[in-house]
């Protein structure tokens, strides 16, 4: 499944959310290297100004895929809700470029919460409200593996998934796998509002079935220690990227015991962390033609 169909339906209330997807591209034109004119087409990228029971609070750069659902994920992410009951509504308007939250009784301490910002190695956000390392001793992430046949046959999944980084190139994909079986993917300017909309996305899926523990996340953007915070936070113990993993994300995903995989192509892949956690099949890798050297990867 992915974005444009997020249909939810659950046993508990939910935020009345609007569905204002935006256009995923704009076409130009563009001189090649042969002086020739193209028309082209370039990811689409919008301010989208997030206020809080009436209060601005942050403006995000998106593809605007699924507004309401960032929106959501960016709360539940940087910690301000504790959980979607706290909702009422959502609501986007490309016109004005705004996306009106409405919560019950309020976020609470909500000046003092926001009012520390650590600057990120991210693109599409750059920033995140509060300390990095708060409550991460205290997440305790569920037991699970991966074959890796499994991680094999999600690599291949990512690589068949119609995308607009196919079209135009220019933006990050997240995805989060049950197995092979791909649940969501969602594309953006930023890895972060990418992850952003997938927390949002499971916390409108009905609860019986979205039980982190059988899941695995994959972004094709680097593991830092903020991606390896938001996985840890939304519950998921494995995650896989086609990039690498930063000094700090590595130490943050040993302590949690959160497995890290990275450079993750084809057949080739390295596991930075709680390897364990992943089932190797090394006869399914083939024989190498050559000795590779990190350089390589």
């Known amino acids: 499944m992915v974005l444009a169909d997020w249909p939810y339906a659950c046993h508990m209330p939910l935020p009345h959310l609007t569905q204002a997807r935006a256009p995923l591209t704009h076409e130009i034109a563009a001189v ?3 002086g020739e004119t193209d028309a082209v ?70 000046e003092a919460k926001t009012a520390k910002k650590v600057v990120t190695t991210g693109c599409g956000q750059g920033s995140v409200f509060g300390g990095l390392m708060d409550e991460v001793d205290a997440i305790e992430l569920p037991e699970a593996t991966l074959t890796q046949a499994q991680l094999y046959g999600l690599v291949n999944a990512v690589r068949l998934q119609e995308s607009t980084y196919k079209s135009s190139g220019s933006v990050h994909g997240c995805a989060l796998f049950r197995g092979e079986e791909m649940l969501t993917f969602v594309e953006d300017v930023g890895r972060h509002n990418a992850i952003d909309t997938i927390a949002g996305w499971m916390w409108v899926q009905p609860a019986e079935c979205m039980s982190s ?12 220690s903020e991606m390896v915070i938001k996985s ?11 990039s690498g993993i930063t000094q700090m994300g590595q130490q943050v995903a040993a302590q949690l015991g959160l497995c890290t995989i990275g450079r993750a192509t084809n057949k080739r892949f390295l596991c ?25 990867r």
């Open 41 to 110: 087409s370039i990811p689409a990228e919008r301010p989208l100004t997030v206020y809080v029971d009436k209060r601005e609070l942050v403006t995000l750069m998106t593809l605007g895929a699924a507004p309401e659902l960032l929106v959501l994920g960016f709360l539940r992410n940087q910690r301000l809700v504790k959980s979607v009951e706290a909702i009422q509504s959502i609501t986007v308007d490309w016109e004005v470029g705004a996306a009106a939250v409405v919560t019950h009784h309020g976020i609470e301490n909500i």
């Open 32 to 34: 090649n290297e042969f």
């Open 272 to 296: 930075y962390s709680a390897p364990h956690r992943l089932l190797l099949q090394p006869e399914l890798a083939g024989s190498p033609l050559r000795q590779t050297t990190s350089a390589d």
């Open 232 to 242: 840890a936070q939304m519950g998921v113990p494995i995650v896989v990227s086609r």
């Open 213 to 224: 523990a059988d899941k695995i996340f994959y972004t094709t953007g680097r593991l830092t």
